[in-house]
């Protein structure tokens, strides 16, 4: 069966049809460093992560493009708070978010373009949209894109959400980063240098300033991927009016489409509100963390609802996360215990089925239900006995492949203090000589230090209570 995700442009679940199997741009829109990231930013990562091992999975050769935005209005405005330089104040945050994101289960994108590395290719294309009348400066100083000029070359504005153009005063121009789709208007390109962006300005033929934030995913995403990719992907918010305006400014500049299918993750919300810091209902990785909570179960929370569905977050939902977790942990021990041969063949009929629900748009919730009935499964089997050694082997080299989706991995084995181990040793031996007291005083001392003994096929076991 086909890979089908639901596609922006055309509203629309569609064949996901690369050019070349072998080389499948994937663009998504990276973090804006000028805080921690939280877990709602996180959601839309981790989805990428997932369509992404995913594709892979499906034999798809993906190359992977996340950039940094290293600067941008909310980032100016911050690091003139701080009375620090624009580097010193994003590579902190930076380098934090690359450690979440590896907290997480993500694997890294293979560039992580920073924008102000990118600003010479931002010109360039700026230049380009001048040449072509679809840009202009004004009496600001600023560069334009005029959405009227570029409906007049017969491109559409308003590829991905429907817009009211009735409403739109032609040649209004809206200089900020971020609006609403009421406020459609020409968008800014290049900002003319202002007193409040101290130190952050680079020169450029329209004079000195910086970037807008729209222009930057153009330049970095059509320089490392090409003019037309296949993949781009980012959070709802984003699809307004951040890609609708990348869209313009691609196509207005090459001519060519500028991407084949759009995927936008919905949010994560707390009491019904969207997570964000503006709202300040938030947590990031790092609180969540410091609560006891590991990455893995934050990340199996995240992909427990299927990503176009808004997602309430609870810290009882976590909790949940980590019964759900213990369950295939548990099972997947005593796969280990039984399994006794190296080298199998996965089981591939729940492999299948696992992959086959998430060919349908990710369908997350009907791909673990597989694994959870497969669980169920395994351990009636397990109880009675009845599942041999290499049955057991498929078992885990199924898991693995699963995993190798899903990334939630296997809990780390607890290490088990030697003195514990010792302990267990001389159980093992006043057993064979029949002495129980002493046998029963020991698993009694194993009790109180917080271990219960399991006997397994291959011997007793040491498990933390
Ligand atoms: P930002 O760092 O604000 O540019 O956002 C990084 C990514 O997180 C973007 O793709 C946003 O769309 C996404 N995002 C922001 N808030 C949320 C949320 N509450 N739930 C899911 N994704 C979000
Ligand atoms: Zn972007």
């Not at 741009?25 to 805080?35: A, E, F, I, K, L």
């Not at 996180?42 to 369509?51: E, I, P, Y």
């Not at 931002?122 to 380009?128: E, F, K, T, Y």
């Not at 499964?377 to 082997?393: G, I, V, Y």
Request: charged share 25%; net charge negative.
């Amino acid at each position: 069966m086909a890979v089908r995700f639901f596609n922006t442009l055309s509203r629309s679940v569609e064949e996901f049809a690369p050019a070349d199997r072998q080389s499948v741009g994937m663009y998504c829109c990276g973090p804006t460093v000028h805080d921690f990231a939280h877990i709602g930013n996180f959601r839309t990562f981790v989805f990428a992560d997932l369509v992404r091992r995913f594709l892979e999975f499906r034999g798809f050769a993906v190359r992977h493009v996340m950039n940094i935005t290293d600067v941008e209005d909310k980032i100016i405005r911050r690091v003139r708070e701080a009375g620090t330089t624009l580097r010193e104040f994003t590579g902190k945050y930076e380098a934090a978010f690359l450690d979440d994101l590896r907290m997480l289960g993500c694997q890294p994108a293979h560039h992580t373009p920073r924008a102000t590395e990118y600003i010479a290719e931002m010109v360039d294309l700026i230049a380009q949209l001048i040449a072509r009348g679809i840009a202009y400066q004004a009496a600001d100083g600023s560069v334009y894109f005029s959405i009227e000029k570029y409906r007049g070359c017969g491109c559409k504005y308003g590829q991905l959400v429907n817009l009211n153009f009735d409403e739109m005063r032609v040649g209004e121009r809206v200089a900020c980063d971020e609006y609403e789709k009421e406020s459609l208007a020409d968008f800014a390109l290049w900002k003319a240098r202002a007193p409040e962006d101290g130190e952050v300005f680079w020169p450029s033929p329209w004079g000195e300033g910086r970037p807008g934030w729209h222009i930057e995913c153009s330049a970095m995403s059509m320089k490392l991927l090409g003019p037309s990719f296949d993949l781009h992907l980012g959070g709802e918010d984003l699809a307004f009016p951040h890609h609708e305006d990348e869209i313009a400014q691609s196509e207005g500049a090459t001519g060519q489409p500028f991407v084949r299918h759009w995927m936008h993750g919905a949010h994560l919300l707390v009491e019904g509100k969207k997570m964000s810091k503006s709202l300040g209902n938030f947590f990031t990785l790092r609180d969540l963390l410091a609560k006891g909570f590991t990455g893995r179960e934050i990340r199996y929370l995240l992909l427990t609802a299927h990503y176009r569905d808004s997602f309430n977050f609870t810290l009882d939902g976590l909790a949940g996360a980590r019964t759900a977790l213990a369950r295939i942990d548990e099972c997947l021990a005593k796969l280990r215990e039984v399994s006794g041969v190296s080298s199998a063949q996965p089981d591939a009929v729940v492999l299948e089925k696992f992959a086959t629900a998430l060919d349908d748009d990710l369908n997350v919730s009907a791909a673990w239900a597989v694994v959870f009935d497969w669980v169920r499964d395994l351990n009636r089997a397990l109880a009675a006995n009845a599942l041999s050694p290499a049955q057991a082997a498929a078992a885990l080299l199924a898991w693995q492949r699963m995993d190798s989706m899903v990334a939630i991995g296997a809990k780390p084995e607890s290490e088990v203090p030697s003195e514990l181990l010792a302990l267990l040793q001389e159980r093992d031996a006043v057993r064979k000589a029949k002495d129980f007291k002493r046998s029963d005083a020991i698993r009694d001392e194993l009790k109180a230090k917080g271990w219960t003994i399991e006997d397994t096929p291959k011997g007793a076991k040491l498990k933390k209570l």
